[in-house]
């Protein structure tokens, strides 16, 4: 099944979608459910009337979470809270730098954390400037709860919970001693540093488990792969589990399943900024000119195969990458919901799969 809308989070017993700037459900009968609207100009409206306009200038809905009552959308360079009780729609903050964050975290179960959403700023920054983590108050404010000093990251592509091991990974990025893994505890007061300086430490997925954290490395120039980082001697070593076909940004964990896509990412910047912009070549990591879904098995750690889907015509700097993402956790069935951007199947649209032991294993 396939559907015009870019599914977001389940809410309760629906799946929250968005279109456009509208957020919506689909009620029981078949009808759509208009939530809010998030308002836009109306030359923004006219642009996303064009799927490929939409590419171009990064519009409508961009990322997306729910703590509690209270829907938290990332959208035109802003971040809104909707409060499903008063209907109130307001604008939280104003991002200076990028669209907003490449995730939310949900510390809710993690001790020594706030029961909120936690995200760390994410843009492109070669100058390394001061990259903070910002928590959520329950007045609707964002407090800075660390701040990474100067020269130290690029961004931060991820923050995981981790509540067995009470404490939140985050994944940096991109270069040099920037591609990192940190461990933090105590609602990021205490910082510790775990491995950096390699692109096997470059990650943008992540999940904890019982020996470790497993995780997905995200790099478009060089080989990728899916890795377990564990203590071994008292020491934290990188250990390769599988190859996949490229970068890997986007993630989501089933009730059964770590599910993990590769992106279709362009290559090295050309010899001016119009060459750039229109290069359809892919980066030297990326093997197949594809976005692959692969997931891991909870018990027995077998890698299957999920769904491929060939990047389309379209120059990746421009109009986007190939790449699929998903709807936040759904950690109590297996249905994976994917929206596809820059591919030549089910582009701008939400494919629903349900992982069961059916799907090829890799060996």
């Not at 939140?168 to 591609?179: E, K, R, V």
């Amino acid at each position: 099944m396939s559907i015009f809308y870019k599914a977001l989070f389940n809410d309760g017993n629906s799946m929250i979608y968005a279109q456009k700037n509208r957020i919506l459900r689909f009620l029981d009968c078949g009808a759509v459910e208009v939530v809010f609207t998030i308002p836009v100009s109306w030359v923004t409206s006219l642009l996303m009337c064009s799927r490929l306009l939409t590419r171009i200038f990064r519009l409508g809905v961009y990322r997306a979470a729910l703590h509690g009552h209270v829907y938290v959308v990332c959208c035109g360079g802003k971040l809104y809270s909707y409060d499903k009780i008063t209907k109130k729609l307001e604008i939280e903050l104003v991002f200076e730098k990028g669209r907003g964050p490449l995730s939310f975290c949900d510390a809710s179960n993690v001790a020594g954390f706030g029961d909120t959403l936690y995200f760390g700023e994410y843009f492109s920054d070669a100058n390394l400037d001061r990259i903070r983590i910002l928590k959520r108050l329950s007045s609707g404010e964002w407090k800075t709860c660390y701040t990474f000093q100067e020269g130290r990251i690029n961004h931060i592509h991820c923050l995981v919970p981790d509540a067995a091991n009470n404490c939140i990974w985050i994944l940096t990025g991109d270069f040099g001693s920037a591609a990192a893994i940190y461990r933090s505890s105590d609602d990021f007061n205490n910082i510790e540093l775990i491995v950096h300086g390699e692109q096997m430490y470059r990650a943008c997925v992540a999940y904890p488990v019982p020996n470790g954290l497993l995780y997905a490395t995200d790099s478009q120039f060089e080989r990728n792969s899916i890795r377990l980082l564990k203590q071994q001697g008292g020491v934290w070593v990188s250990e390769h589990l599988f190859d996949v076909n490229g970068p890997v940004i986007y993630g989501c964990e089933l009730a059964d399943y770590y599910v993990f896509s590769t992106s279709v990412e362009p290559g090295e910047v050309k010899s001016n900024f119009i060459c750039t912009l229109l290069d359809r070549t892919k980066g030297a990591g990326i093997l197949r000119n594809q976005v692959e879904i692969v997931a891991i098995e909870k018990v027995t750690m077998a890698l299957i195969e999920v769904d491929t889907n060939p990047k389309d015509f379209w120059p990746a700097n421009l109009f986007q990458i190939g790449s699929a993402m998903f709807a936040s956790p759904s950690s109590h069935n297996n249905q994976l919901f994917i929206y596809y951007t820059g591919t030549k199947n089910n582009e701008g649209q939400t494919k629903v799969i349900e992982l069961s032991d059916d799907f090829t294993s890799w060996n």
